[in-house]
């Protein structure tokens, strides 16, 4: 039975003006505003975190920070990023070994090994931890492509809580086919900004992992849907797609976006991206602004106060 689900937030990097550092008083504020919000989960190092723009040290560091404000109210799910097996265990022993609650591997994508090499990579990393695994399937990201049958063969092979997040475009007969074909035994996380949350959830999504910086939104629509609301949550979601047409044409526009709304809002002090990043220009950031006083009108609360 899989028991991570509903709403868990991939958080930002917040960092300070400069780029120079981490600020992980802000990153405690993120994780404590989620929280109260009411997410069911925090997960962090994924895109949304900018993985690929953080040393080491910074890695370690934001993990612990996260696992302790989180101070066990709601599990912490971890990104495992690496391309080396070698290293990929380390940082899942790790992030077991700070009170982590569960962990997410993305399949190698730099020089892609093929499929038989990804899917060794994965059984290792999954094996060095006696932690729930997600596997993050997000092939227009990695160029990294998995037939379902792999998917499920790794299920079949495997015991514990197994999960996958899923990327693909569009996510819905993968998600259909993995619910379906396991019998609900492996749980199905959507993300890329959970466009397709309405029609996922209708196919027996666990949960959706949006960004951190519209979590009330998504739970409307979701505590809608759970409770048999499906009306309601139909006509929010498409009250909240038009949002999230906006903000997620990009994933670097996503970051930073999602960094805007959050400093607007006094969660963070700064919407620093580190560089390279993209930069709306001021008609995207207009459109921004017009998507707040909207959002006002349709969920009670302005994106941007």
Known sequence: MTKLR?????????????????????????????????????????????????????????IETTVDQAAGRVPVVVNITRNAT?????????????????????????????SAAIIEHIHAVADSVKLPVVIQYAPNVTGVS??????????????????????????????????EQTEGRMGVF???????????????????????????????????????????????????????NHTTQAAELFVQFEKTILKARGVIKSDVCRRPNAVPDEAMRTMLRRYSDYMKERFGAPLMP
């Not at 190092?45 to 910074?58: P, T």
């Not at 890329?192 to 951190?212: F, H, I, K, T």
């Open 146 to 179: 998995i037939p379902v049958s792999a998917f499920l063969d790794i299920e079949r092979q495997r015991g514990g809580e197994l999960y996958i997040k899923a990327e693909s475009v569009p996510p819905g007969p993968l998600l259909s086919a993995i619910v």
């Open 190 to 244: 959507i993300g890329n900004g959970c466009v397709q949350m309405y029609d996922s959830l209708e196919r027996g999504a666990a949960g959706m992992m949006p960004g951190a910086a519209m979590v009330a939104p998504y739970l409307a629509i979701y505590d809608a849907f759970v409770r048999g609301d499906k009306a309601t949550a139909f006509r929010l979601f498409n009250d909240l797609l038009p949002v999230l």
């Open 6 to 62: 509903g709403i868990i937030p991939i958080l930002p990097a917040p960092f300070t003006d400069d780029g120079a550092s981490v600020d992980y008083a802000d990153l405690r504020s993120i994780v404590e505003t989620v929280i109260a919000e009411g997410a069911h989960g925090v997960a962090l190092l994924g895109v949304a975190s900018e993985f690929y723009k953080i040393d080491d040290a910074e890695r370690r560091l934001m």
């Open 86 to 114: 070698e290293l990929a265990v380390k940082d899942a022993r790790h992030a077991e070994e700070v009170g982590a609650d569960a962990i997410m591997i993305v399949p190698p994508s730099f020089i892609p090994p093929g």
